[in-house]
């Protein structure tokens, strides 16, 4: 996931003026990794990235989201307000305990003006969930991420970013 994470964020802008990047990563809880502020280039963010540590837990959707929303997508962490607001949800799984609060999480970000984005990658992945949870709030943007045009597919749903 992070190989995936950091090809994606090579193809990027990444400086305090144009995207910023803020992980959190979801288990059986969701934990902020860093957010808006903590890096403004491409290089030391995919070291960040690369030196994250994926826990095997539970997939709980509706704890990510709701981090997003509390803590990242907020002032004092890095958000500016002229700046488009982009979550990209990226799972290797299914989701966890609770899956019937992602719905209501996804619609509250949306509601927010946070930009959604579901990505699925690997086997274990439920993609019938995704395109429910995506399905059941309106979100048509989800990805099934396979075959060899992975990148191209993810660059396709991203907003311009500066």
């Known amino acids: 996931m992070t190989d995936f994470l950091d090809r994606v964020i090579a193809g990027m802008e990444v400086s305090g003026n144009c995207a910023r990047v803020s992980v959190v990563t979801f288990g059986s809880a969701a934990t902020l990794q860093f957010d808006l502020h903590a890096y403004a280039d491409a290089g030391s963010l995919g070291r960040a990235i690369r030196g994250l540590h994926m826990r095997n837990q539970s997939r709980d959707f509706a704890s990510g989201i709701r981090k997003v929303r ?4 907020q002032g004092r962490y890095g958000d500016r307000k002229d700046a488009t607001n982009m979550c990209v949800l990226v799972t290797d799984g299914t989701s966890g305990a609770e899956y019937a609060n992602s719905k209501t999480e996804v619609a509250r ?3 927010d003006g946070v930009a ?4 699925g990658i690997g086997r274990n992945v439920s993609m019938s969930e995704l395109s429910s949870l995506a399905t059941a709030t309106h979100l048509n943007d989800y990805i099934d991420l396979e ?3 992975v990148l191209q597919q993810v660059f396709a749903y991203m907003p311009g970013e500066c």
């Open 70 to 73: 509390s803590q990242v997508f």
């Open 109 to 111: 970000a949306k509601a």
């Open 116 to 119: 959604m984005q579901i990505i």
């Open 147 to 149: 075959g060899d045009d």
